[in-house]
């Protein structure tokens, strides 16, 4: 049978995804609908830069060159040293810039019926060994004509930031189609080139919708074009724990949360009683902690002064990745006046501009942005063309992708999902994924059965809700990666304690260097 294999998608995920794979003895095809490499990286603010130190997000076996000196490289040098990557492992040959994938479709297997009934993934347990064949429409962006390509085997590597806006829904007569000015999404500020972006603002009344990160680097970014002349104005709906910089702090926080000490404190999918009486019993300390921390920043950081205090605890950002750095300079800006925080929960357009809560007046703008995020899930979904799978992706409303290693979904065969669940470095994180993904291809990697996949696709549902409250959703694994790459290992048949000596074990942050010799075959 052949064992052809198709990635769809040329960012940093997907290029791990191919380097592994060619590593295992295949020949992948990766469709990227860019001219390039680097996925979401191509299209940023100029003002965007790398919120961790480049120490935690580099590739496991190829490190930043000594030529990057900043602790946190701008976008340009991310980008250059992931066009490096590809070309250092000879990745570019295989892959087919300027193709958009417009859907995947199931061909010839068996019915939907037949699937329901299987005990095993794709009927056997095995990657390769059902009857059907994935069908891979691609359009060339440059003439428009559409090839159909079949491949035994799809890696999705499309990411969920990007391509799928989200866009809040209004009441009539209170959407954006009643303003004068111009409406975007932030993504489509990311896409423009630098001077065209700054004069899009310029001499503007901007606001922003939204004050996660892409919301604060829109402000920022207004901010330097148009100071306190016309300040840029931000709708907060929900404050959130951001950092001063990631290079002490994000030390910090590697002691405080990312080693298996930290995790003792934590409910983990799947855990036995003993680590779920460890962790009920150690509660109080996790609490301190998120406490600790949480004081630290109020006293670091004005933000009660700006009404930027969250609700809701430091571990549960931290638990959805919501969690970020401030822009250079954010609170200077703030205090001079070029950015400007309103909090509302609820607003609504007019021919003016904003109407919010608690404004008699509306807030004049002659731009919208909203920053408001993106439907990863629906991104996911649109791809198929078959209305099974698409519902298999979607599942109920209250309800993640449902990912079993957060990489298969026990019920789409001969499929493989890798850059969706998130953690601490998505790097390094699509890399153990990857990994895993290339053993599985091979054959050294044994489904357990489907209806065991979705008790543990559940247990880790249930987690995802407990710790990261409404914004479960995005599928952020930091609270328990450590937990989740020992799954991995013990898959791989790899021993999952990567230290040496019981302290270090136990107290030293986990990273990638951990993990290093594993990309060896």
């Not at 199931?106 to 347990?125: C, T």
Request: include cysteine; charge should be neutral.
């Amino acid at each position: 049978m052949e064992r052809r294999v198709v990635i769809i998608g040329a960012g940093i995920s997907g290029l791990v995804a191919c380097k592994y794979v060619i590593e295992f003895g295949f020949n992948p095809i990766v469709f990227e609908v860019d001219d390039g490499v680097g996925g979401l990286w191509r299209h940023t603010m100029e003002s965007t830069k790398l919120q961790n130190n480049k120490q935690m997000f580099q590739f496991m076996d190829f490190p930043w060159p000594p030529s990057v000196k900043e602790d946190n490289p701008s976008h340009k040098q991310v980008l250059d040293y992931v066009n490096s990557y590809a070309e250092h492992f000879s990745l570019i040959p295989y892959i087919r810039f300027n193709s958009k994938v417009i859907d995947i479709d199931y061909v010839g297997g068996e019915s939907s019926e037949e699937m329901k009934s299987w005990e095993l993934w794709g009927g056997n347990g095995r990657p390769f060994c059902s009857k059907g064949t994935w069908h891979i429409a691609v359009q060339h962006t440059k003439n428009l004509s559409i090839e159909v390509h079949e491949a035994e085997f799809v890696v999705l590597c499309i990411g969920k930031y990007s391509g799928f806006p989200n866009i809040p829904e209004f009441p009539p007569g209170k959407g954006p189609e009643v303003f004068n000015g111009k409406v975007m999404h932030s993504m489509d500020y990311s896409n423009l080139d630098n001077d065209t972006a700054a004069e899009l603002v310029k001499g503007k009344r901007v606001t922003i919708i939204g004050s996660l990160k892409s919301g604060l680097d829109l402000a920022a970014e207004c901010a330097n074009v148009n100071g306190m002349k016309h300040p840029c104005t931000i709708i907060q709906r929900t404050a959130h724990w951001f950092l001063p910089d990631f290079n002490f702090w994000g030390i910090i926080a590697g002691f405080l949360y990312f080693n298996r000490f930290a995790e003792l404190l934590v409910h983990k999918p799947g855990e036995s009683f003993l680590l779920g009486l460890v962790a009920t019993l150690l509660s109080p300390l996790r609490w301190g902690i998120s406490r600790l921390v949480e004081t630290t920043l109020k006293w670091k950081l004005p933000l009660k002064k700006y009404g930027m205090v969250p609700n809701h605890s430091f571990l549960e950002d931290l638990s959805t990745c919501l969690f970020g750095v401030y822009p250079d300079n954010f609170f200077d800006k703030l205090k001079e006046g070029s950015i400007l925080i309103k909090e509302s929960q609820s607003f609504g357009f007019c021919k003016e501009g904003v109407i919010i809560d608690g404004e008699a007046k509306p807030l004049e703008s002659d731009i919208v942005f909203f920053a408001t995020g993106y439907k990863g899930d629906q991104k996911i979904k649109n791809i198929f063309k078959s209305p099974v799978f698409q519902k298999y992706i979607i599942g109920h409303a209250t309800s993640t992708v449902p990912l079993y290693r957060q990489i298969i979904h026990p019920r789409i065969p001969q499929l493989a999902i890798i850059g969706y669940a998130e953690g601490p470095s998505n790097i390094f994180a699509s890399e153990m994924k990857s990994l895993w993904l290339a053993h599985f291809l091979d054959g050294n990697i044994e489904l357990p059965s489907i209806r065991e996949m979705e008790k543990d696709v559940k247990l880790w549902e249930d987690n995802l809700k407990l710790y990261g409250g409404r914004y479960y959703w995005k599928i952020c694994i930091a609270h328990c990666a450590i937990w989740y790459h020992d799954q991995l290992c013990k898959d791989m048949k790899h021993n999952p304690r990567r230290k040496k000596g019981l302290f270090s074990e136990l107290f030293e942050p986990y990273g990638h260097t951990d993990y290093a010799s594993l990309t060896r075959k």
